[in-house]
């Protein structure tokens, strides 16, 4: 048995292993992982190539996110600021202090602060307090934002806590006195704030109060009322709010729909403002500020974030590849750890979904899931090197079926938002039991998801699922995007089949099994395509007419007919089995990912029409050939995802990263295996780098090596799993959850391994 000690510091991973009758010692890489991750990778982009990536300071899945909002000259589309950056912008309308990373809605961007130099009543404008930046002067690491502001010279530094913000402007030093705007009324495009009220405390060097956001998500259930308390580390005195266009010179309280305030501040020395944020009351974004910054200045903060992101980031560490692979890789692993967001406060208080305040025991509430994307990949890898995060937030969403009704799909803030389709709470839950992680109430939580997989709610459950339970499929002439929801259903009975056995709840595990089948009989055997059909058990449109390349097709929820042929993750040798024969899958795959897009400029800006990267329903099937034999292609196909989609640019990644699920892709495929949602199941890909540990907790690691790994020498030539020869390319979780090592050789040539 082999024994592994670590020891890490700063990034620096020395391990010494001890095997059976060798001492020798192999060191990692010298490496820091904390040096390697570029924050404006994926900042940019156009249309549906952007990333929409998040640009300000952080901790790990921490609620305050202070960043920028940009801009440009003529205003901001909705469509490329829905993190409320871009890297094309030239204009920094302030700096708000919630955000949300790499979605495809526009959300947050609230509680905007601005250090200008002098105010007048144009200033509650923010075309006119607004800066225009170069991105010559602007700088990030994680936990660390700055940047130098065209307009007064002044530098802008952020850094966090879990939740409070921390900011720091230092203006040039013939500027004795300034003004610091905060913008109660502040959003970003798309989205908007209902009400908002600030007070002002002087004497105490603090202003606070509360607004409510209505973003793209938060918008659906209501909004979501944020709440603040920032102190100035100077005495007030002097400043002018305003509510709805009135100024008020030293009022200490205003409210209405457009609020804020004007703060003169001496600016001889760096002015700090400290902002708490709660979403339960000002008393908790208070306590928040006392439980976080008490007597702590912004270098020491600064220097917390960074030991708190070294920590994360060193879960895994890694050996070999190229310097931008590992720029690409640990920048992906801190994209995966922005989100869900901690709710609740340091008292452990959180606002749940029926809007009244519960204290949360023994566990960290979050919201802001993106799961019908994250439910694929990030959920997955919190199994493997976070599962007491992941284990808590299971157990928050959970909570949100105790507090609203049911299990949601996309919760935001503290309430549901209804936004995309199937139940990949049902996925997320059952795999986490699956993985082992299972400290939580599992009867009621198998009981929330059979409620879940069988009802339908406005904001939950499964639409059409009647029908669905009826007819084996939802009809399209009844419900929107029904080809898409009947295949999402059946990816998460296939996995409350596998929760059900586990549990040992036999006729339920029979029943979700049969259900998980249901994705047959949306295919058509003439076509080859998973097709609209209606109640009848017609097509939706003749079959002469039917355009597989139809991305606007009303049956399919953001994808063409090729892109959801392959949404069986859970069953591919059934799928296989509707084509005929291996070849005949092999060789519609292979077509899938080697036809070419439409040659015309105007397609790099839109919807891709067969593999794309940028979306999520076939992110898992270049890894279906291992699946039809063929284990030397998913190893081409993987290996050139990785080094066509994915850069160092702020187009570095081929769209939405969608909370971290393209990030998520990426650690798992450059390391060489890839997990199926919902189930115990990896399959084997093709490697990057010549070793990769995770961190698995309790002194337990998964490694893997790869003998001879090159950008040439990309295919699997023989494979062992702790000692033992692995013939297929695919394993269990339950074999590596204590730990373990898969050994694999590579070599420049396909291999007979696998097949």
Same mark, same amino acid.
């Given at each position: ?24 010692q192999q060191p990692i890489d010298e490496i820091v992982p904390f040096e390697l991750v570029d924050p404006f990778i994926g900042t940019g982009g156009h ?51 919630? %955000?949300?990373?790499?979605? /495809? ?33 602007? %700088? ?26 921390? %900011? ?38 603090? &202003? ?14 209501? /909004? ?95 050996? /070999? ?84 009704? %049911? ?88 996995? &409350? ?61 953001? /994808? ?106 990426? &650690? ?18 093709s490697p990057l780098f010549d070793r990769i540990t995770f961190d698995l907790g309790n002194e337990k690691v998964f490694e893997i090596t790869a003998k ?48």
């Amino acid at each position: 048995m082999k024994t592994i000690y670590i020891c890490a510091c700063y990034g620096l991973f020395s391990m010494l292993f001890t095997a059976c009758g060798n001492d020798t010692q192999q060191p990692i890489d010298e490496i820091v992982p904390f040096e390697l991750v570029d924050p404006f990778i994926g900042t940019g982009g156009h249309y549906f190539g952007v990333g929409s990536g998040f640009a300000g300071a952080s901790l790990p899945f921490g609620m305050a996110k202070p960043g920028p909002d940009t801009t440009t000259e003529h205003g901001a589309s909705d469509f490329h600021h829905c993190s409320g950056y871009h890297a094309d912008d030239e204009y920094i309308n302030g700096f708000s202090q919630v %955000h949300i990373h790499g979605t /495809g809605a526009p959300e947050y961007g609230a509680l905007l602060f601005m250090p200008i130099v002098q105010f007048g009543p144009e200033m509650i404008l923010e075309s006119n307090y607004r800066s225009i930046f170069s991105k010559e002067y602007e %700088h990030g690491t994680p936990g660390y934002y700055s940047v130098i502001l065209d307009a007064s010279g002044t530098q802008v530094e952020l850094t966090a806590t879990e939740h409070c913000a921390y %900011h720091r402007y230092t203006y040039p030093p013939e500027i004795s006195s300034g003004t610091v705007i905060v913008d109660l009324s502040h959003a970003i495009a798309g989205c908007k704030v209902a009400e908002a009220a600030v007070f002002v405390e002087p004497m105490d060097s603090e &202003i606070s109060g509360w607004l409510i956001y209505q973003g793209s998500l938060t918008g659906r259930s209501g /909004g979501v009322k944020l709440y603040f308390a920032a102190r100035f580390n100077q005495v007030l005195d002097d400043w002018t709010l305003w509510s709805d266009g009135q100024l008020s010179v030293k009022s200490i309280e205003a409210n209405g729909v457009d609020v804020g305030a004007a703060v003169a501040v001496n600016t001889q020395a760096p002015v700090t403002v400290q902002i708490g944020l709660s979403y339960v009351d000002i008393a908790g974004a208070r306590n928040n500020l006392s439980a976080e910054l008490f007597g702590k200045d912004f270098d020491t903060i600064q220097e917390q974030a960074k030991e708190a992101w070294s920590r994360a980031l060193e879960r895994v560490m890694i050996e /070999g590849g190229s310097e931008d692979q590992k720029t690409i890789f640990y920048t992906a692993l801190y994209h995966a750890q922005l989100t869900p967001t901690i709710f609740t406060d340091a008292d452990g208080r959180y606002t749940g979904f029926d809007l009244q305040v519960h204290q949360a025991d023994g566990f960290t509430y979050y919201s802001d899931f993106s799961m019908w994307d994250t439910y694929r990949t990030v959920h997955s890898l919190f199994m493997l090197i976070a599962p007491d995060r992941q284990r808590d937030m299971v157990i928050s969403l959970l909570k949100m079926h105790e507090h609203g009704g %049911h299990l949601p799909k996309w919760p935001a803030g503290t309430g549901y938002t209804g936004c995309m389709i199937g139940t990949p709470a049902d996925v997320v839950i059952s795999e986490s039991y699956l993985k082992g992680i299972t400290n939580f109430n599992v009867e009621s939580a198998f009981d929330a998801i059979k409620h879940n997989a069988t009802t339908a709610q406005a904001s939950g459950g499964r639409a059409g699922v009647a029908r669905y339970m009826e007819l084996g499929y939802v009809p399209a002439d009844e419900v929107d995007g029904a080809t898409s929801r009947t295949l999402e259903f059946t990816v998460a009975d296939a996995a &409350i089949s596998a929760f059900a056995e586990a549990l040992g709840h036999s006729q339920d595990a029979e029943d979700f099994a049969n259900r998980s089948r249901n994705y047959r009989n949306v295919f058509d055997s003439e076509t080859l395509f998973m097709r609209g059909k209606n109640v009848d058990g017609s097509w939706a449109e003749p079959t002469a007419e039917f355009d597989p390349l139809d991305w606007a097709a009303d049956y399919y929820t953001e /994808g063409t007919a090729w892109q959801y042929l392959w949404l069986a993750p859970h069953d591919p040798q059934g799928l296989i089995e509707l084509f005929g024969s291996p070849e005949a899958f092999v060789n519609k795959l292979e077509a899938f990912f080697s036809t070419p897009e439409p040659d015309d400029p105007i397609w790099e800006f839109l919807p891709k029409l067969y593999y794309w990267q940028g979306n999520e329903p076939d992110l898992h099937t270049a890894y279906f050939f291992n699946a039809a034999g063929r284990p030397e292609r998913t190893q081409f196909w993987a290996r050139n995802i990785l080094a066509t989609r994915y850069g160092t640019g702020v187009d570095g990644l081929a769209g939405n990263d969608d909370c971290g699920t393209l990030s998520a892709w990426y &650690i798992f495929s450059s390391a060489g295996f890839y997990p199926i949602a919902g189930l115990d199941f990896y399959y084997i890909g093709s490697p990057l780098f010549d070793r990769i540990t995770f961190d698995l907790g309790n002194e337990k690691v998964f490694e893997i090596t790869a003998k001879d790994v090159s950008e040439e020498n990309l295919y699997i030539q023989s494979a062992r799993l702790n000692g033992t020869t692995l013939e297929a390319p695919h394993f269990t979780h339950t074999i590596i959850k204590d730990g373990g090592t898969l050994e694999l050789s590579m070599g420049s040539q396909p291999s007979e391994w696998g097949k």
